[in-house]
């Protein structure tokens, strides 16, 4: 199933080009790994959450930002300048 839902990423990721930076995913566990990579890598924002739960270590290398809180995560999405202040060089 995991290969499936990375298959229709990536396809959509070439069919849309530059507009697959708009995409977000979340995750926590060794089963998301695979989506927050792929997404990191087609350009998306990929988010490790951390719920309370844990968060898997493989989560966490495929994203390009670990948080605590999935409120805080989607807050993400609705203050923009903290995902340009986080990943800025």
């Known amino acids: 199933m995991r290969s ?3 298959l229709i990423l990536l396809s959509t990721a070439a069919a849309y080009g530059p507009h697959f930076q708009r995409v977000r995913a979340f995750g926590n566990g060794n089963n998301d790994a695979l989506l927050l990579k792929t997404v990191k890598a087609a350009g998306g ?44 060089r």
């Open 45 to 88: 924002l990929a988010v490790a959450v951390d719920n309370g739960e844990g968060c898997s270590v493989e989560a966490i290398q495929n994203a390009n930002i670990f948080i605590v809180g999935i409120v805080n995560a989607l807050d993400l999405l609705i203050e923009r300048t903290w995902c340009k202040t986080i990943l800025r």
């Open 4 to 6: 499936l839902v990375v």
